[in-house]
């Protein structure tokens, strides 16, 4: 399995394959030349094509380096006429162009192109066909052309000290001129021949050839390399130094890496001009199997760059001998084709990659500067009280970077979450993705920003009381990773691969039922365990992560390929290995959040699990009497969106409750959305009942309630974003807004939240200040962390919340009531208080809305969608009123930029709905003066004002 973009692959020489002719042929960039496929040949088939109504070329021009690197005609899955065929009636379809006309070429790069990259496909690109290897088709440009015989065109030779080398190439066009350079030194001249014969004899050390070959002015160069075998460097290292990079000083660092059956390596880099000798050989500590370097004699906080160049020269059948690769234990890499893509104001002064090299490449720097931490000694939220706000980043706002995050601070704070989960932003393959597909796991993904930026980030966060959360993708990696290339089979020779045989980091085929990617060997390999050990120390240490939710555990196991019946049932293999990670996690940082997505397991009618739940209620509980507990991911989806459609068909939601799984500690992080899901809102206005289908406002109206009966029950809950200002694309919305179930789930997303000013629109912002106040109510409140029943399965949930005697009255807040109505009308509901009695509204802030329950069976009335959270007390956040002898006026009421007061005060504060304290001023203020209150968000907010005798009132603002 190919891990990387067809169009993103390294070239190889140029053949004229049977089912794509040119003519003429052989031509020049300036003439008009036929390409022709038949698309009826399926020798080279393997991508599917097969009747398609119309054929598209998609194709480039450039040089030897780049077949595609001058321009690329075609937009791919577009049906725009960019590159369109004509159907000959036979099968064949044909296009006619004159390639420096039909590429916009210039002339520079009319007269060096020599390579042409095509592929085919359908009009909306499902559709593709290749070669036979399934690589592009490649043909040379120019009536002058040169084919290099032996070695193969940018192959590089292994060969032991004194060996030689054998040079064979020739050309079309007229005798012409054959200069031979080796590390840049002319070393054989040969002139009026077309065919070359050189043998380069007594090599000692490695050599960087180029063959110039130039007819009437125009010259074509070929490129190969010979390595010389340096022998076993054996020594020991000093110390015990680290995977990756060690600092010694400004000017010395020390490089490792464990490559088990590898011959000899080679450190190339900016710093010998990426033509390494024998000084740059890399030892090999027999004691620990590791290679090791040191370098020395760098320029203090200068960037350099660097590759592994590992030489295998006895590899397994299909594998190569030679891989270049970057450090798996990089932190920052660069890659030539992600990269020109990241936005300068993402990634300031981006490390440029180094011409002439190819895949990625590691970043060294000596004498960094540490970042500044405002907070050294952050407190994390309880676990039981956790509201964790779940981001990806790339959907989130319009520049799609840490910053955005930042900007935003004040939104999160807003809303009272005291978490933020973001989806993974460890290196992945490409740039605009979910993060799953990782790379390099030590890595910051480019596309997001820097390092500095995370930990203003992270910082910031800190700073407002918001732990952070990282998805951490360790079932598997992707092909760019360096521990899947370096022992990887690569039959076709494209320098990617899967994992082969002697790997000692991946199973050849993944050994559970829910396999992306390729599949980390957790159990038997002692390097995967040491490696995901690294990762755990690199966050937690570097950025002050506070917890991490690990991807897909249910692949941590080696026992079930391809049986999901023993995926989903106790492994011991796993739970051992995941506890085993677990502590190490709490042995550096004891408060760490350890979450799993252990999901997979099916459920029947009456919610009992038809696979075990034994593992996850063995996590839950682990290490418990320490007060930790590992937390498990807790989808109810299905359940809460039947409610919010109005059917109570499966709409029982009491699973939302660590109880109802057998956990004794509440560690079931409950959601209703999450990234992998169909948003709720979208199947409200889609799929719902009657008065909720087709009415937005309507099934706004519903969302509310849902955060009551949701984020209410104690333990762990989560938060998909936007989901608070009622988000109602789909999750197979496109890029450009339409929709396509089939194609689009991991598009990026459109940003109508802010482009359209949601918090600005009162349906909206009405779930954003009713979860704000739910939330605040679970954080601060102890009752939510008490005891629970929920009563469901018909659209009026009623939960009870509870400390101490269910039955029993206090003058503390022990007792809530929750009530919704999901129906389509008004309902008379019994919400069966516990005892009789005062009972208050804990959704007014004021403290002053109250009923009295003189009998417990006592019914309410709720409207189509609305929902009460009484309590047996007010809420300690609520406000008290003290009212000044003679009436107070605000004005002007509502308002955008300011408001005045009609009397003397010497204080404001501005509270939001939840009782969160704003803005305050302080001093003598004279009636009529200006609050400029122009950067808060539109919303509700109390207003509390004092005057100098001591008198206080509180009044409602509406900002706009």
Known sequence: MKNIFTLLCFFISSTIFGQVTITPYPFNVNESITITVDVNSTA??????????????????????????????????????????????????????????????????????????????????????????????????????????????????????????????????????????????????????????????????????????????TTIIKNFTALVDPG????????????????????????????????????????NNWQPDANYAMNWDVTRNKFWITLTGLTPGQIETYQYWVVDKNPPANSPELVKTADPYSTLVLFPFDDPYISATTYPNLPEYPEGQEREVTVLQTGQTEYNWQVTNFSKPKKEDLVIYEVLIRDFDADRNFQDLIDKIDYFKNLNINAIEL??????????????????????????????????????????????????????????????????????????GDPNSENPYFNTT??????????????????????????????????????????????FTNNCENNEGCTNDYNEDRVDILK????????????????????????????NGLTSLDEEIEWANYRADEGKGIMLWGKMTDSYNQLTMGYATDSDISRMGHLSRGFTEPRLVGYAESHDEERLMYKNITYGNTGIKDDLNASLGRMSALGAVS?????????????????????????????????????????????????????????????????????????????????????????????????????????????????????????NFPYTGIWY??????????????????????????????????ASLSTEDKIFETGLMVYPNPTRNEFKINKEVISVSIYNLTGKQILTYKGDFEKGYAFNISNLPPSIYLVKVKNNLGAEQSFKMVKL
Not at 427 to 444: D, I, K, P, Q, V
């Open 44 to 217: 080279s088939n393997c991508n599917g094509f097969s009747n398609p109504t119309k054929v598209y070329m998609h194709s480039g021009i450039g040089d030897d380096s780049d077949a595609w690197g001058y321009n690329v005609v075609g937009n791919w899955g577009e049906d725009d006429g960019a590159g369109e065929m004509t159907d000959n009636g036979n099968g064949t379809w044909s296009i006619t162009l004159v390639p420096e006309t039909y590429y916009s070429l210039t002339s520079t790069q009319a007269e060096n192109a020599i390579k042409m990259g095509m592929v085919f496909r359908n009009e909306d690109g499902s559709q593709e066909l290749k070669a036979n290897d399934c690589s592009d088709f490649y043909f040379d440009v120019g009536t002058f052309q040169v084919s290099l015989s032996s070695p193969a065109q940018n192959s590089t030779t292994i060969l032991s000290s004194g060996e030689s080398l054998s040079i064979t190439a020739s050309n079309i066009g007229g005798n012409a001129e054959y200069v031979l350079k080796a590390n840049d030194v002319v070393i054989n001249t040969q002139s009026d021949i077309s065919s070359y014969s050189y043998t380069h004899t007594n090599i000692t050390s490695n050599q960087i050839y180029s063959l110039e070959v130039t007819l009437n002015g």
């Open 232 to 271: 076993q460097n054996i020594s020991v290292m000093p110390t015990d130094y680290q995977n990756g990079i060690t600092y010694l000083s400004d000017t010395e660092a020390v490089l490792v890496l464990y490559a088990s059956g590898k011959d000899f390596i080679y450190v190339a880099g900016s710093f």
């Open 423 to 496: 989806m993974p932003i460890m290196e992945f393959e490409g740039n605009e993705s979910w993060g799953y597909n990782t790379s390099f796991h030590m890595a910051l993904d480019k596309y997001y920003g820097t390092e500095e930026k995370f930990k203003e980030f992270v910082d910031t966060c800190h700073q407002n009381g918001i732990a952070v959360i990282l998805d951490l993708a360790l079932n598997h990696a992707f092909g760019r990773n360096p521990m899947v290339r370096m022992w990887m089979s690569d039959p076709d020779g494209d320098g990617w």
């Open 510 to 555: 993944a050994a559970h039922s829910y396999s992306v990617g390729y599949d980390f060997d957790h159990i038997n390999s002692i390097r995967t365990q040491n490696y995901v050990e690294s990762v755990i120390k690199h966050w937690i240490e570097e950025f002050k992560i506070d917890g991490f939710r690990w991807d897909l555990t249910k692949g």
């Open 580 to 607: 085993q990670y677990a502590d190490y996690s709490w042995s550096l940082d004891p408060d760490h959040y350890v979450i799993f997505e252990h999901l997979g397991v099916d459920w029947d009618a009456d919610g």
């Open 711 to 831: 984020l209410t029950i104690p333990g762990p809950k989560m938060i998909w974003h936007f989901g608070e200002l009622g988000m109602e694309n789909s999750i197979f919305t496109c890029s450009n807004g339409s929709y396509d179930n089939d194609g689009c789930k991991l598009d990026t997303k459109p940003q109508p939240q802010w482009t359209e000013n949601w918090l600005a629109d009162t349906n909206r912002s009405q779930i954003y200040n009713d979860w704000a106040r739910i939330n605040a109510l679970k954080i601060n409140e102890d009752v939510f962390e008490g005891n629970y029943t929920i009563d469901s399965g018909d659209l009026t949930p009623i939960i009870n919340i509870y400390t101490g005697d269910l039955n029993t009255s206090g003058s503390e807040l022990k007792n809530v009531v929750i009530v919704a109505n999901f129906e389509t009308t008004t309902q008379s509901i019994v919400p």
């Open 841 to 874: 509204d804990l959704m007014d802030e004021t403290g002053n809305t109250s009923i009295n329950i003189t009998n417990t069976g006592q019914a309410i009335s709720l409207d189509a969608g609305e929902f009460k959270i009484y309590g047996n007390q007010t």
